[in-house]
């Protein structure tokens, strides 16, 4: 009974970790543009299927894994400046849809380029189980667990102790404040973008020798990083960090007591629940709209 | 004098209906428009919703997949009559979406977003995962559409019937506009606390235009199911959400011949790019992202602005 429960929680985490890093993506993103960036997903998949493409090109593991976390960053930069600087402060539908149609070009020219078959990676440190309690710990879950943690620190550090890191937060807060005391909040999006792409690429790459990946593995991936956002309170750091970790674990809970096949639905009935009963997430804020 | 102007495009619509099949070379064209005219009703209904009443819904083709399935799911497991199950399919996604509007319509910009979505995914999931009635993933035939002893057979047949819904549709949608109920709308796509001030009921009227978008979004799923003679889930996933969103966003938000536009646009393009697989893909994405950054209003809107001031 136990150790059942133990092995739920493990696959939840380790899912929920990669949700978090995804609903981190959203967070900052949506901090520095008021953007909810329905690409996120993509850029998920997208440094899985580079991974795969640069390890089956004969390059070594430490050369193609930072390339794969480099270029869904460019590519993060180059989305902002060609799709969301050009309609900067409009409606939000107009927002949501350019970033789907940003999702749709980049999925679709990996499917052109790499076709629609799904890949793996081999373990980064072997498949031997680890035995704990009764259940049993992959090493890949460590690894995704551990870098995950590491990644929330160092974004927490970042943007508490770094200048470039408090001129993020500062546009986030009030653009207009911040353009007065110099900040140049064009690049705040940039930069935004950018970081938001690498560290969803660099999920995308942990969870790939445990899941797969392939053209469209990016879109589950996103809507799920979004529900752990909206559950966290759109725009809350800490918030989106737990709303992945819930998100996975319920998950995870989900798919193993009541029904594996309903295990995609469970966290969209999760968040129809908390929009219902607490529509401002669970660590939101009330705000109050002027007019 | 207003009254003929009003109804200007209606006609020019009834008139390309009635000159079209004299022009369509073979069978393969004619099941294009068919298919043209089913997403324009469709998204005349999501333009109501998005265009006139700012309000977004991610998770539309899960309404259409509930009129396809109760239409083919009832009459096949449980005996129905096709028309009833139409009407029950019609009923279903209208309490649904009368059900969760009002909680949904508390919400604003991405929440609502969200909830849609979550809501479209979920119906999804379900029809992949009932297989015992469903089909699930392959999906199920469909048993022809009889009423009264008599079944609608051949694509000519399809065609008139389609035309027909797809002129009461723009009639209704052109006179709902110029109601004070569309006036209504509008006022909340506006301003809704000025909405709100002016004595504009403003929840009730987005959940009886979401109401009224789920139901026309459900009856077309239900033709499409007997036009095509088989449903599959694919019907009811994201991805078709946000091709109809693309038709109302491209063709012109706000616009009733917009939408049209819009409909026949990108039905088209697919067959045009058919032979480029995974381009289509990224055509749809160029496109949504042109369109937002050069003409955010959409192709129907941004030329008549152009052409002299007039809306159509």
Same mark, same amino acid.
């Given at each position: 009974?136990?150790?059942?429960?133990?092995?739920?929680?493990?696959?939840?985490?380790?899912?929920?970790?990669?949700?978090?890093?995804?609903?981190?993506?959203?967070?900052?993103?949506?901090?520095?543009?008021?953007?909810?960036?329905?690409?996120?997903?993509?850029?998920?998949?997208?440094?899985?299927?580079?991974?795969?493409?640069?390890?089956?090109?004969?390059?070594?593991?430490?050369?193609?894994?930072?390339?794969?976390?480099?270029?869904?960053?460019?590519?993060?930069?180059?989305?902002? /400046?060609?799709?969301?600087?050009?309609?900067?402060?409009?409606?939000?539908?107009?927002?949501?849809?350019?970033?789907?149609?940003?999702?749709?070009?980049?999925?679709?020219?990996?499917?052109?380029?790499?076709?629609?078959? %799904?890949?793996?990676?081999?373990?980064?440190?072997?498949?031997?189980?680890? /035995?704990?309690?009764? =259940?049993?710990?992959?090493?890949?879950?460590?690894?995704?667990?551990?870098?995950?943690?590491?990644?929330?620190?160092?974004?927490?550090?970042?943007?508490?102790?770094?200048?470039?890191?408090?001129?993020?937060?500062?546009?986030?807060?009030?653009?207009?404040?911040?353009?007065? *005391?110099?900040?140049?909040?064009?690049?705040?999006?940039?930069?935004?973008?950018?970081? %938001?792409? @690498?560290?969803?690429?660099?999920?995308?790459?942990?969870?790939?020798?445990?899941?797969?990946?392939?053209?469209?593995?990016?879109?589950?991936?996103?809507?799920?990083?979004?529900?752990?956002?909206?559950?966290?309170?759109?725009?809350?750091?800490?918030?989106?960090?737990?709303?992945?970790?819930?998100?996975?674990?319920?998950? =995870?809970?989900?798919?193993?007591?009541?029904? %594996?096949?309903?295990?995609?639905?469970?966290?969209?009935?999760?968040?129809?629940?908390?929009?219902?009963?607490?529509?401002? @997430?669970?660590?939101? *804020?009330?705000?109050?709209? /002027?007019? | 004098?207003?009254?003929?102007? +009003?109804?200007?495009?209606?006609?020019?619509?009834?008139?390309?209906?009635?000159?079209?099949?004299?022009?369509?070379?073979?069978?393969?064209?004619?099941?294009?428009?068919?298919?043209?005219?089913?997403?324009?009703?469709?998204?005349?209904?999501?333009?109501?919703?998005?265009?006139?009443?700012?309000?977004?819904?991610?998770?539309?083709?899960?309404?259409?997949?509930?009129?396809?399935?109760?239409? !083919?799911?009832?009459?096949?497991?449980?005996?129905?009559?096709?028309?009833?199950?139409?009407?029950?399919?019609?009923?279903?996604?209208?309490?649904?979406?009368?059900?969760?509007?009002?909680?949904?319509?508390?919400? &604003?910009?991405?929440?609502?977003?969200?909830?849609?979505?979550?809501?479209?995914?979920?119906?999804?999931?379900?029809?992949?995962?009932?297989? &015992?009635?469903?089909?699930?993933?392959?999906?199920?035939?469909?048993?022809?559409?009889?009423?009264?002893?008599?079944?609608?057979?051949?694509?000519?047949?399809?065609?008139?019937?389609?035309?027909?819904?797809?002129?009461?549709?723009?009639?209704?949608?052109?006179?709902?506009?110029?109601?004070?109920?569309?006036?209504?709308?509008?006022?909340?796509?506006? $301003?809704?606390?000025?909405?709100?001030?002016?004595?504009?009921?403003?929840? +009730?009227? &987005?959940?009886?235009?979401?109401?009224?978008?789920?139901?026309?979004?459900?009856?077309?799923?239900?033709?499409?199911?007997?036009?095509?003679?088989?449903?599959?889930? !694919?019907?009811?996933?994201?991805?078709?959400?946000?091709?109809?969103?693309?038709?109302?966003?491209?063709?012109?938000?706000? $616009?009733?011949?917009? $939408?049209?536009?819009?409909?026949?646009?990108?039905?088209?393009?697919?067959?045009?790019?058919?032979?480029?697989?995974?381009?289509?893909?990224?055509?749809?994405?160029?496109?949504?992202?042109?369109?937002?950054?050069?003409?955010? +209003?959409?192709?129907?809107?941004?030329?008549?602005?152009?052409?002299?001031? +007039?809306?159509?």
């Amino acid at each position: 009974m136990f150790a059942e429960f133990l092995q739920f929680l493990f696959s939840g985490l380790t899912i929920g970790a990669t949700y978090a890093l995804a609903a981190l993506g959203f967070t900052i993103i949506y901090n520095a543009s008021n953007v909810i960036n329905f690409a996120q997903g993509e850029f998920i998949m997208l440094g899985g299927m580079l991974a795969v493409y640069f390890t089956d090109a004969g390059l070594p593991m430490p050369v193609a894994l930072p390339l794969a976390v480099l270029i869904p960053a460019i590519a993060g930069a180059l989305m902002a /400046r060609l799709t969301i600087e050009p309609i900067k402060g409009a409606e939000t539908v107009t927002l949501i849809i350019v970033t789907i149609g940003a999702s749709l070009v980049i999925r679709g020219l990996i499917q052109v380029w790499l076709g629609k078959a %799904s890949h793996g990676l081999p373990a980064f440190s072997g498949e031997k189980p680890i /035995r704990l309690l009764g =259940a049993t710990l992959m090493p890949q879950s460590l690894w995704v667990l551990g870098v995950s943690a590491l990644l929330v620190l160092a974004l927490w550090y970042f943007f508490n102790r770094t200048l470039t890191g408090k001129a993020m937060l500062a546009t986030s807060f009030n653009r207009v404040a911040a353009e007065l *005391v110099g900040i140049n909040t064009g690049w705040v999006l940039f930069m935004s973008f950018s970081l %938001s792409a @690498g560290l969803g690429a660099l999920g995308g790459i942990l969870v790939t020798p445990i899941t797969l990946t392939s053209f469209d593995a990016g879109i589950m991936f996103g809507l799920k990083g979004f529900v752990a956002a909206v559950v966290g309170g759109l725009g809350n750091g800490l918030g989106a960090v737990v709303g992945g970790l819930l998100v996975g674990v319920i998950e =995870a809970f989900g798919a193993g007591y009541l029904s %594996s096949a309903y295990k995609d639905a469970i966290p969209f009935v999760l968040i129809l629940f908390i929009l219902f009963f607490m529509p401002r @997430g669970l660590f939101g *804020v009330k705000i109050t709209d /002027r007019v | 004098m207003m009254m003929t102007r +009003r109804y200007l495009g209606l006609y020019l619509v009834a008139a390309t209906i009635a000159v079209l099949p004299l022009l369509i070379p073979n069978g393969f064209y004619l099941d294009l428009v068919i298919r043209m005219g089913i997403n324009a009703v469709i998204v005349l209904g999501l333009n109501l919703l998005i265009g006139f009443a700012g309000q977004i819904s991610m998770g539309h083709a899960g309404f259409i997949g509930i009129g396809a399935f109760a239409t !083919a799911v009832l009459p096949t497991h449980f005996g129905w009559p096709p028309f009833a199950a139409l009407l029950a399919g019609a009923a279903a996604a209208g309490l649904l979406a009368a059900f969760v509007a009002r909680p949904i319509f508390r919400l &604003k910009g991405h929440y609502l977003a969200m909830a849609t979505l979550g809501l479209g995914i979920i119906i999804n999931i379900v029809l992949r995962n009932e297989a &015992k009635y469903t089909g699930g993933p392959d999906g199920m035939p469909v048993p022809p559409f009889t009423l009264l002893g008599l079944t609608v057979d051949g694509d000519r047949q399809w065609y008139w019937i389609v035309s027909a819904i797809l002129m009461v549709s723009v009639w209704a949608s052109i006179n709902l506009m110029n109601s004070p109920f569309g006036r209504a709308l509008r006022a909340l796509h506006g $301003s809704e606390v000025a909405a709100q001030v002016v004595g504009v009921n403003i929840t +009730r009227y &987005k959940v009886t235009i979401f109401v009224m978008s789920a139901v026309f979004a459900s009856l077309m799923g239900s033709v499409t199911a007997h036009y095509v003679g088989f449903v599959s889930p !694919a019907l009811a996933d994201f991805g078709h959400s946000i091709e109809l969103i693309t038709m109302v966003v491209v063709g012109g938000m706000a $616009s009733v011949f917009g $939408s049209l536009v819009g409909a026949v646009l990108l039905t088209a393009l697919p067959q045009a790019l058919a032979t480029f697989e995974g381009w289509e893909t990224v055509a749809f994405g160029v496109i949504l992202i042109l369109c937002m950054i050069f003409m955010p +209003r959409g192709l129907v809107p941004t030329l008549a602005a152009r052409l002299g001031g +007039r809306r159509p």
